[in-house]
C-alpha cells in the first residue's frame, strides 16, 4: 500500500485504502480484483462479484463517513457493484482539491468458503471542489447502473449541493433523524422533491414508523371498529426526548428535539382520514424549540376517508363528509431517558359515535422493543396485547431494504408534503 506523507491530518484515512490519483482509480481497482481472484485459487474460496447498482453515499465530515465505512460490514445486500464514499469539506476558505482512495471490501455470505467483494471509492471534496460534484462523480461511477444516494448527515446549508447530487441520483436516501434543523430540513426536502420529480425518494425515519402504522391500521380490521374510524376526531402522539436535568452530556443539553417521526405520522393520519386544516389558523401551534405541535381541521374528504385498514378504498358506515367540531391533532413532547430522541411515545385517536366516546391506543412502557395496544370501547371491556414493534432497527437493514427497491415510494412522498404543508 502506498504511503501518504501528506502533512494534512484531514487527508489521512487509512480506513479508505490506498490513496491514488482520481485517473488511475480503475487501473488501481483492476490490480486488486487480479489479487482477489488469486487468493481464491489459493484458498479456493468462492468470491462473488455482482454489478447491479452503485451507492454513493455522502457525509459532511470524516467522522460520519468512517461510521458508515464500518456499517457496510454488516450490509446483507450483495448487489452492490461499488460504493462511492464522498466527504465534503464545504469550507469557504480552503482550496479546491479532489483527494481519492480505493479498496476492495471482501466480507462472508455465508461463511468464509462464499465472500461477497465490492469496490469501494472514497472522495474528499474541499472548497469549490464542492460545488463541481456533477463533474467529479459521474466518472468514479459504474457505467450503466442505477445509482442509488444515501445522504448520511444532516441537509447542508447550502441545498443546491444536495440537488446537485439528487440530479445525478435515481433514487435519494435519507436518514431524518439526523437533522440538525428537523423543520427546516424537512421542508426543505419536501421543496427539493417537487423539484426533482423523477427522482424517488426515501427516509430510514418512514421504515422506522412502519410497525406503528401497521398497528393503526389493525385496529380498524376488526369490523366493528369500522365505524368508529370514521368519526375519529382527535389524534394525540407523542415522541420521546432527553431529560434536561445535569447528569445530560453537553451535546445532549444542546440539541433539539427531533419530531419527524411523529409529524410523518400526523401528516399519514390526516391524509388517510381525509381530513382538512382549518382556514382559521389562530387555533394551530407549534414550537419546533420543545417539539410541541397543534392543528384544528373542519371537515373529512369522503373519497379520501378509508375502509378496513387505512389502506384502500372508501370508506363505510357513518357519513364522514359531515363538518364536527373539534377534529384535531396534537404533537407533545414526552420526556423518557431509554430511548433515543424521536423514537414513538404513544398514539391515541379519540372517537365519538352515537354520543359515546371510545379511546384506541398505542403506548410505549419502559421497554424499547414493546408497546402496550388498548381498545375502550362503550359497553365492552378493556381490551389490551403486548406487541412487539422492533423499535430499535439497525441501519444496516434498513438499508438493505431500501436498496431492493427503485420505484417511487408514492405514500411516503405525499405524507413528507403534507408535513411541509402542516408547518407552513
Not at 411523529?262 to 386544516?277: C, F, H, N, S, V
Request: some cysteine; glycine content about 4%; aromatic content about 6%.
Amino acid at each position: 500500500m502506498a504511503r501518504d506523507t501528506s502533512p494534512d491530518q484531514g487527508k489521512r484515512l487509512p480506513w479508505a485504502g490506498k490513496k491514488v490519483r482520481p485517473e488511475h482509480i480503475e487501473d488501481e481497482l483492476t490490480f486488486l480484483w487480479h489479487l482477489a481472484a488469486d487468493n481464491m485459487r489459493i484458498s479456493q474460496n468462492m468470491n462473488v462479484r455482482t454489478s447491479v447498482l452503485n451507492l454513493v453515499i455522502c457525509a459532511l465530515d470524516s467522522a460520519s463517513a468512517y461510521k458508515t465505512s464500518v456499517l457496510l460490514r454488516d450490509l446483507s445486500n450483495t448487489h452492490i457493484a461499488r460504493v462511492t464514499l464522498v466527504i465534503l469539506d464545504t469550507r469557504s476558505n480552503l482550496p479546491a482539491e479532489v483527494t481519492t482512495w480505493v479498496t476492495l471490501r471482501s466480507f462472508p455470505i455465508i461463511s468464509d468458503i462464499m465472500r461477497h467483494h465490492f469496490e469501494q471509492v472514497t472522495v474528499l471534496l474541499s472548497g469549490a471542489a464542492t460545488q463541481s460534484i456533477t463533474n467529479i462523480i459521474p466518472p468514479l461511477l459504474k457505467p450503466d447502473l442505477p445509482i442509488y444516494l444515501w445522504w448520511v448527515s444532516s441537509l447542508p446549508g447550502n441545498n443546491s449541493i444536495f440537488h446537485r447530487f439528487i440530479n445525478i441520483s435515481d433514487r435519494v436516501i435519507i436518514d431524518s433523524s439526523e437533522f440538525s434543523s428537523p423543520e427546516d430540513d424537512i421542508c426543505a426536502l419536501s421543496s427539493l422533491l417537487q423539484a426533482s420529480p423523477n427522482c424517488a425518494l426515501s427516509d430510514l425515519n418512514w421504515s422506522r414508523i412502519t410497525p406503528w402504522r401497521e398497528l393503526v391500521a389493525q385496529f380498524f380490521d376488526v369490523a366493528e371498529y369500522r365505524p368508529y374510524m370514521v368519526n375519529i376526531d382527535k389524534i394525540e402522539i407523542e415522541h420521546a426526548v432527553a431529560p434536561s436535568d445535569e447528569q445530560q452530556s453537553s451535546e445532549e443539553k444542546n440539541s433539539s428535539p427531533n419530531p419527524i417521526r411523529a409529524l410523518l405520522l400526523a401528516a399519514w393520519l390526516k391524509t388517510r382520514l381525509g381530513w382538512q386544516l382549518s382556514e382559521d389558523k389562530i387555533q394551530n401551534y407549534h414550537d419546533a424549540r420543545t417539539g410541541t405541535y397543534f392543528w384544528h381541521m373542519t371537515k373529512r374528504v369522503p373519497t379520501a376517508t378509508l375502509v378496513g385498514s387505512l389502506a384502500s378504498g372508501n370508506s363505510s358506515g357513518e357519513s364522514g363528509s359531515e363538518a364536527k367540531k373539534g377534529i384535531d391533532i396534537t404533537i407533545r413532547p414526552r420526556v423518557q431517558a431509554e430511548l433515543h430522541p424521536g423514537n414513538i411515545c404513544l398514539i391515541r385517536l379519540a372517537t365519538t359515535l352515537d354520543g359515546k366516546q371510545a379511546a384506541f391506543t398505542i403506548d410505549r412502557g419502559d421497554d424499547d422493543e414493546h408497546v402496550i395496544t388498548s381498545v375502550e370501547v362503550p359497553d365492552n371491556p378493556l381490551l389490551q396485547r403486548v406487541v412487539n414493534v422492533a423499535a430499535t432497527h439497525k441501519e444496516t437493514e434498513l438499508l438493505n431494504d431500501e436498496l431492493e427497491i427503485m420505484r417511487h415510494d408514492q405514500l411516503y412522498e405525499e405524507t413528507l408534503h403534507e408535513v411541509f404543508g402542516l408547518l407552513t
